[in-house]
């Protein structure tokens, strides 16, 4: 069972990488969105990111903290999970 929890921390360190690469892409100017790359990751991250946004609309109505919010829950998640795995 503890593999199981160990297996489930290890997709959400992939998800929480994932999402780093969107954060970088929207610092990149000029960046195709029609890209195959860009538009994978938009698909995987955007489940996850458009309810936070509704729950903390950008502040400023400019900035996106989305991500960060969603970044944290997974770090959370992923202690919980091993902490699960050793005991």
């Not at 938009?42 to 400023?60: A, K, M, N």
């Not at 997974?74 to 050793?86: D, R």
Request: charged share 10%; aromatic share 12%.
């Amino acid at each position: 069972m503890s593999a199981f929890f160990e297996i489930l921390a290890m997709l959400l360190q992939v998800y929480s990488y994932v999402l780093l690469a969107r954060a970088l892409m929207s610092w990149i100017p000029n960046l195709d969105p029609y890209n195959p790359i860009v538009q994978f990751l938009y698909q995987i991250t955007e489940p996850v990111l458009e309810p936070v946004r509704r729950l903390i609309p950008p502040l400023g109505g400019m900035i996106d903290i989305s991500i960060i919010v969603v970044f944290f829950a997974l770090i959370i998640l992923q202690q919980m999970l091993m902490t699960i795995a050793a005991s």
